[in-house]
């Protein structure tokens, strides 16, 4: 896990723990489980988008398409991350 948290931004490591909690409620719903990294990792670029364009002045082209990638990296990583800890916590549980 360490090595995926260095590549998170620090602002955006706030979302792992969001991320895991919506994952825990689409667990209750009735979305099927292979779905949930998808809704997850959508989220997790949805809410870093909202981040980045929030905290970021996009003027031109350039700026727009960085802070969508980051959008789209950072959200993915942090989805990941989430979606990680989730599964040692549960492998941790088994015996």
Known sequence: MQDIIQYIKPELLVLVPVLCFVGVGLKKSSLKDKY???VL???GVVLAGMW???STAVGTLREGVLAAFMSLTQGVLCAGASVYAHQLLHQAKKE
């Open 41 to 43: 990792g959508l989220c």
């Open 52 to 54: 980045m364009f929030a």
């Open 36 to 38: 949930i990294p998808l």
